[in-house]
């Protein structure tokens, strides 16, 4: 309400036409959030209601019986959470035991991966920010410029290299035909699958940095102070102590909303999950597992009120995350967005 | 360059600044993880691309420049080009435009962080999930969307066919991304002073001269980062793509080749065709072309000057 021409419009002058335009544009912002919000709440609809009611079809309703789910129950989202009974599953699918993927364990997977990934990257790299903000030495622009170049790399185009590494192919190492698993002892390297399938393979690459997680902090660092610094300095503070109680405590808001940040991206990666967890069903995460299962959805009458249970399911803890934190996201925008 | 100096309590010198001494503890996880995950990979990729590595035997030969000759005789590669670029530039058109409109709509009604978080909300929901949630909502038989174009005599099987694909899938990514997009141009507004607009109201400029006079220039800074980020994005359409078109009995890339983007023809080479080679040398190409345009569309929008300074 404070925008000079706001006052203009709704003071003494207010033209009908400004009057209209200003209706207008609220007219397209409610139909714009109209636009977010309605597909969520069909997918909450759909998984309310049984496959049946779906094909049945709407015909002959009102608009506010066809908006409203019709027999509203659970049961969907129990099996996704494989707390249904059989007669349940039966009555739901028409079929004794419905394929379905394991929801828990997809979930918990997610959550082991993306917090390990949000810790272990905000960590390591708020160390490399205060290097590159904090200290001076011989080629740190370099590096930095360097680290920059490689928020250019297409993820695609390090995806095979990234998985021939997690393969145990780490050929730089190879003496003499022999590959460096071949000098641990008891470790069978003909097999050849070192960390494929497993969760430490999906984490692995972005364990200690991306080149915008430093970025991103570096830009928040170098507006620190350095008066308080200073003095610890003088007094013979080391730089660990004056990273751990100056800037840390002070960097602390930031540090956090690049952990949701970094968080999220994690949760929602697809690829290089889906490369690594493919032949491992136990060790998928809710994406891969989602997506995988799709393609086993049959192309006529599949599921659709399971799908979208599970499909809700899947982004409900993102949901969560962004009901806590919606606001500090999205003033983190104006931050990292706009130097 | 030389480090500065203070004088220590005691007389003896002391360094501010550190020095690799005090750096290297820092620097070294995030180091490694740079040099093990980025730049070898990079290396590597493209030494992959002058090979016919095999993934399953995880072996391959020195081939020279065989894979790069094979694109240009490639039809699927040229296939993957065109659908690529139709992609990108329906969804710059439709992205950006919604985004500035929701933008200045938001600038001149409202600061209210409730909607600015309701808008951005699609943004942090899963590809994977996207996809899925609009392939139900337009499918044929029984998707709500499809239902409303069907009032408008459009075939409900439309979403489906080799034609709409691809807006199709562009239509869903407009709709994943608008809202952040515009949250990023509303960044931008907000260094435009308010002064400006007043002098052109009092002058009688009408909104479309002020948008075209006032606002688009003086956030071209702002439009070329956006553009940037868009175009990148673009390019490296996958998720939606595969489980859009590859789900529910589909080929990923269908229906035929007319949603097959670079991304899924790169993993299909890869993955399905056990071709590496072939792969990384389109990866390569995709590599350069990303870099090329970013470099022309910096320099073009004259990105780091804005007409305010």
């Known amino acids: 309400m404070s925008s000079a021409l706001e006052g203009m419009a709704g ?23 109209v636009v977010t919000i309605f597909p969520f709440y069909w997918t909450l609809r759909t998984g309310l209601v049984s496959n049946a009611s779906l094909f049945e079809g709407n015909q002959g309703k009102g608009v506010v019986e066809r908006i409203l789910p019709d027999e509203p129950s659970t049961v969907n989202f129990r ?14 699918t028409g079929r004794a035991n419905s394929a379905s993927f394991d929801y828990l364990t997809a979930l918990k997977n997610s959550v082991i991966i993306a917090s390990v990934i949000a810790v272990g990257q905000t960590t390591f790299s708020a160390l490399a920010a205060y290097a590159f903000s904090r200290l001076r030495f011989a080629g740190r622009d370099k590096i930095f410029f360097l680290y920059l170049t490689g928020m250019m790399i297409p993820p695609i185009f390090v995806l095979i290299p990234n998985l021939l590494l997690i393969l145990g192919d780490f050929w730089f190492f190879d003496i003499n035909g022999h590959t460096w698993l071949d000098w641990i002892p008891g470790y069978d390297s003909d097999s050849r699958t070192f960390l494929l399938g497993t969760l430490a393979g999906v984490i692995a690459p972005f364990l200690l940095m991306t080149p915008f997680s430093v970025f991103f902090l570096r830009q928040f660092f170098l507006g620190i102070n350095r008066s308080l610094e200073e003095a ?13 109680s100056v800037i840390l405590p002070i960097a602390r808001p930031q540090m956090i909303t690049l952990g949701i940040l970094t968080y999220i991206t994690a949760w929602n990666e697809f690829l290089w999950p889906l490369v690594v967890t493919q032949q491992d069903k136990a060790k998928q995460p809710l994406t891969v597992a989602l997506g995988v299962f799709t393609t086993q959805q049959p192309g006529t009458q599949p599921d659709w ?16 995350i962004f009901m806590i934190f919606g606001k500090r996201l999205v003033d983190s925008i104006q931050f990292s967005g706009i130097k | 360059m030389a480090a500065p100096t203070v004088d220590a309590p005691k007389g003896a010198k002391l360094n501010l600044y550190g020095g690799w001494k005090a750096a290297w503890p820092f620097l070294l996880p995030s180091f490694i993880g740079f040099l093990i995950f980025f730049f070898i990979p990079t290396m590597r990729g493209i030494y992959l691309s002058f090979t016919d590595w095999n993934l399953l035997a995880n072996r391959g030969e020195w081939v020279g420049g065989a894979n790069y000759e094979r694109l240009v005789d490639d039809p699927l590669f040229w296939n993957a080009v065109r659908v690529t670029a139709w992609y990108v530039f329906l969804n710059i058109l439709s992205q950006t435009a919604f985004a500035i409109l929701i933008a200045v709509a938001m600038d001149r009604l409202t600061k209210s962080s409730v909607i600015r978080s309701i808008i951005m909300l699609p943004y942090l929901i899963p590809n994977v999930v996207v996809a899925l949630i609009f392939v139900w909502l337009l499918n044929s038989n029984l998707g709500i969307i499809a239902d409303l174009f069907s009032v408008f005599g459009i075939d409900s099987n ?25 949250l990023l141009i509303f960044a931008g507004l ?7 607009y007043e002098a052109g109201a009092l002058d009688g400029a009408s909104e479309w001269q002020m948008m075209k006079r006032i606002t688009i220039p ?31 009995g589909g080929r990923p890339g269908g229906p035929g080749d007319a949603s097959r983007v670079i991304y899924v023809y790169i993993y299909e080479l890869a993955f399905v065709r056990n071709e590496a080679g072939r792969s990384s040398a389109i990866a390569v190409v995709l590599l350069l072309t990303l870099m090329v345009i970013t470099f022309f569309q910096l320099k073009l929008l004259r990105a780091n000057e804005s007409d305010l300074a």
């Open chain 1, 11 to 33: 003071g003494a002058t207010t033209s009908i036409k400004a009057r209209m335009g200003r209706g207008t544009a609220w007219l397209f912002l409610a139909l714009l959030i």
């Open chain 1, 232 to 244: 610890a300095l003088i007094d013979g503070a080391s730089h660990f102590r004056i990273f751990r």
């Open chain 1, 305 to 320: 009120s399971g799908l979208m249970s599970g499909t809700l399911l899947a982004a409900l803890p993102v949901i969560i």
């Open chain 1, 79 to 92: 099996r996704v959470l494989n707390r249904a009974t059989e007669a349940e599953i039966l009555e739901a």
């Open chain 2, 218 to 248: 003086l956030l071209r800074p702002v439009l070329a980062l956006v553009l940037v980020i868009t175009m990148i994005g673009s390019f490296q359409v996958f998720d939606t793509v595969q489980v859009a078109t590859g789900g529910f």
């Open chain 2, 190 to 196: 907000q260094t435009i002073p308010k002064s400006l």
């Open chain 2, 158 to 182: 439309y979403f489906a066919g080799p034609r709409a694909v691809i807006p199709t899938i562009a239509g869903i990514n407009t709709w994943r991304h608008m809202g952040y997009t515009a």
